[in-house]
């Protein structure tokens, strides 16, 4: 099984700042099949990165990722109050498709 | 408009069983695997469970193997996800999630949710 790392696990920013997080894994990804997604509280989480770099339907530019092999970044370039919230990265390069354990973007 | 509506989440004992289903609509569903994926109060996300575009290939996360099975009926375009022998920590809100890749692949990311449904094990 893949083990996914995320840090730092809580980040804080302020609106307009740079987000840098990282999702490390225990072994090589295949293919970069990593993913990001971002989940609010009481809602369904969406995908925001596909393919380690490829932005999903939608999803403002300034968010984008990074990353092959085991070390991978999601980064928020200018920081929007609305982002403010958790982040996952799963892997689906090989079953079982794990999750990271979450970052949590919080307000500075 | 893809939508996923997640029934069956309820109260049940240690030990018990349940299942949990999910009626897709929006999109072409025998074109796409689908997954389960829960979670626990206060805990991030976990992989469950994924099942081919037309049933025939089927993965399961280390926590549920054996006691969880996953299912799709394509003529109703439903998704299950039978579980039993259930513990405490199976106590969760699962949520039915659609691949976003197409019948080439078992799995890809995940692009569209539901809103879950929660399951509790308690005494």
């Known amino acids: 099984e893949i083990v996914l790392t995320q840090s730092p696990g809580t980040l804080s920013l302020s609106p307009g700042e740079r987000a840098t997080l990282s999702c490390r894994a225990s072994?090589?990804?295949?293919?970069?099949?990593l993913a990001w997604y971002q989940h609010k509280p009481g809602q369904a989480p969406r995908l925001l990165i596909y393919?380690?770099?490829s932005r999903a339907t939608g999803i403002p530019d300034r968010f984008s990722g990074s990353g092959s092999g085991t070390d991978f970044t999601l980064t928020v370039s200018r920081l929007e109050p609305e982002d403010f919230t958790v982040y996952y990265c799963?892997?689906?390069?090989?079953?079982?498709?794990?999750f990271g354990q979450g970052t949590k973007l919080e307000i500075k | 408009e893809v939508q996923l509506v997640e029934s069956g989440g309820v109260v049940v004992q240690p030990g018990g069983s349940l299942r949990l289903s999910c009626a897709a609509s929006?999109?072409?569903?025998?074109?796409?695997?689908m997954h389960w994926v829960r979670q626990a109060p206060g805990k991030g996300l976990e992989w469950v469970s994924v099942?081919?575009?037309?049933?025939?290939?089927?993965y399961y996360a280390d926590s549920v193997k054996g006691r969880f099975t996953i299912s799709r009926d394509n003529r109703k375009n439903s998704l299950y996800l039978q579980v039993n022998s259930l513990r405490a920590e199976d106590t969760a809100l699962y949520y039915c999630?659609?691949?976003?890749?197409?019948?080439?692949?078992?799995?890809?990311?995940?692009?569209?949710w539901g809103q879950g449904t929660l399951v509790t094990v308690s005494s």
């Open positions: 799963q892997q689906y390069g090989s079953s079982p498709y794990t």
């Open positions: 099942i081919s575009w037309d049933g025939g290939r089927t």
């Open positions: 393919g380690a770099s």
């Open positions: 929006g999109f072409t569903f025998d074109d796409y695997a």
């Open positions: 999630a659609k691949d976003m890749g197409g019948i080439v692949v078992v799995a890809t990311a995940i692009d569209y």
């Open positions: 072994q090589s990804v295949s293919n970069s099949y």
